[in-house]
């Protein structure tokens, strides 16, 4: 005869259920994809205030800002892998590792990078940019541009204010192992161009690749009564440039 398997007690067994879910959660956090809230306009047009977005941890590899309250004893990164010029970016602040940013990357290890009149060169050669329309910002008419990369890579940026602090830049040298990133919303936007408050990104603190947008709204999500007029329907699962 065989045995009758012992049941665990009813408390028990939930407990078990409820440690193996938040387990699996923190893994498909730590090493798949996370969400992430956009919570400024520094990335406009492309990102709004309110979106939802998820980012894929795998994109670049690992380090110990992928984990949990950095507690993963990595010095650099495991399995890594070279982000694009181009990539929206999710990384630690360097000089507040606790603070998340997202940024659109810019600057490679070795590549000079300066703003003259708003004009973006990298390695002495200027950008790409042409008009590319408005965008509509709390009733202002935004004009808008689109920036192409070396790469190829495209993407539309703002740029209201003529002569703004961050037009006209010094010479920046990328440090080998770091990066240069910098916010679509040109005027408004704290990015490496900021040298004591951002500065030269370290490669140990890329988070992940920002890859599509599942919820965008207008006001806060526990307003449920008023969904049908704050979620912008229009951006759920846009995938992001």
Known sequence: MFKQKKQLPK???????????????????????????????????????????IVS???YGYSKY???LGLAPI???????????????????????KINYIKRLIGMP?????????????????ISKKE??????????????????????QYNILDQVANSV????????????????????RDNSQDSRFITKVGFVPEKNL?????FIFMSTQDSLLKFWSWHENIRFNRIFAKIK
């Open 11 to 53: 408390k028990q067994s939930n407990f078990r259920v409820a440690l193996e879910a938040i387990c699996l959660a923190l893994l498909v956090r730590s090493l798949l994809f996370e969400p992430f809230h956009i919570p400024s306009g520094s990335m406009k047009s492309g990102l709004l205030e309110g979106d939802f977005i």
């Open 207 to 211: 988070i992940g690749r920002a890859k």
């Open 110 to 126: 070795g590549d000079k990078i300066q703003l003259i009149n708003g004009e973006l060169y990298i390695n002495d050669q200027l």
């Open 66 to 68: 992928s984990f949990p």
């Open 57 to 59: 941890k795998f994109s």
């Open 166 to 185: 961050a037009d006209d830049t010094p010479i920046y040298r990328v440090p080998q192992g770091h990066y240069f990133l910098m916010g679509d919303n």
């Open 75 to 97: 010095k650099e990164r495991i399995f890594s892998k070279k982000p694009e010029r181009g990539d929206v970016v999710v990384f630690r602040l360097p000089t507040n590792p």
């Open 132 to 153: 590319n329309g408005y965008f509509l910002d709390q009733n202002l008419m935004i004009p808008q541009y689109q920036e192409i990369l070396p790469n190829g890579k």
